[in-house]
């Protein structure tokens, strides 16, 4: 099976600028989350998607947003960039273990530069 | 969710077993212990998880003390591709891991 895919693998953007980020989740995986991973503040959630409705919501401004499609595949969009949003983006897709505990399968990640 | 304690950094040699301790003293009944791995500039791995015993896959063991306020990752022959941050998080069942929070994890370094 296909692990997680993220495209694309490096992005440079300037101040102001919207980016758009993709993520394939494993076959027959329903949810996709979204992190963001910086040196300062480690892996913070962003939301999480499941069968095309966001599930659940980190605390990030409005202009992080994202969607998930029939197939599963999820994307995210960071409007208006800032230096701030410099960060390695991941997605994780999950699969229930059917115990109450689940595993998270992560991508690789987009890493992302603001100038 | 339970808040979890680790060393910042661990050395091991090559071929010797790793043993990362994890304390998350305030954990609940229902919550799991699950440890990651992040090798640099890579996605987050799973590696093993656990609620009350011990558990072993072929990645590594996780020993849980029986009042569950600390747990000990161990990995049996450590090598140079094992070199990487370990995560302890503690999370509770039933579709909650979406929002696990990654602390600082522990730095382990194998050397030759």
């Known amino acids: 099976k296909a692990g997680v895919t993220q495209t694309p693998r490096y992005l440079i953007k300037t101040r102001g600028q919207q980016v758009t980020l993709s993520c394939s989740p494993i076959s027959g995986h329903r949810s996709v989350s979204w992190y963001q991973q910086t040196p300062g503040q480690g892996l913070q959630f962003l939301f999480e998607?499941?069968?095309?409705?966001?599930?659940n919501k980190g605390n990030f401004p409005g202009r992080f947003s994202g969607r998930q499609f029939s197939n599963s595949r999820s994307e995210m969009n960071v409007s208006t960039l800032e230096l701030g949003d410099s960060a390695l983006y991941l997605c994780?897709?999950?699969?229930?273990?059917?115990?109450?505990?689940?595993?998270?399968?992560f991508g690789s990640g987009t890493q992302l530069s603001v100038l | 969710d339970a808040k979890t304690t680790q060393p910042p950094s661990m050395d091991c040699a090559e071929g010797r077993a790793a043993n990362l301790p994890c304390n998350h003293s305030?954990?609940?009944?229902?919550?799991?212990v699950y440890w990651y791995r992040q090798i640099h500039s890579q996605g987050p791995q799973y590696i093993i998880h656990?609620?009350?015993n011990n558990e072993t896959n072929e990645m590594a063991s996780l020993i849980i003390t029986e009042d569950r306020k600390s747990s000990t990752l161990i990995l049996p022959h450590a090598t140079l591709r094992d070199t990487a941050v370990y995560y302890c998080i503690v999370v509770l069942g039933g579709g909650s891991n979406y929002k696990l929070t990654f602390g600082k994890g522990t730095l382990l370094t194998v050397n030759p």
């Open positions: 998607y499941f069968s095309e409705t966001q599930r």
């Open positions: 305030t954990i609940s009944g229902n919550e799991y």
């Open positions: 656990g609620l009350k």
């Open positions: 994780a897709s999950s699969l229930a273990l059917g115990t109450g505990a689940e595993k998270l399968f």
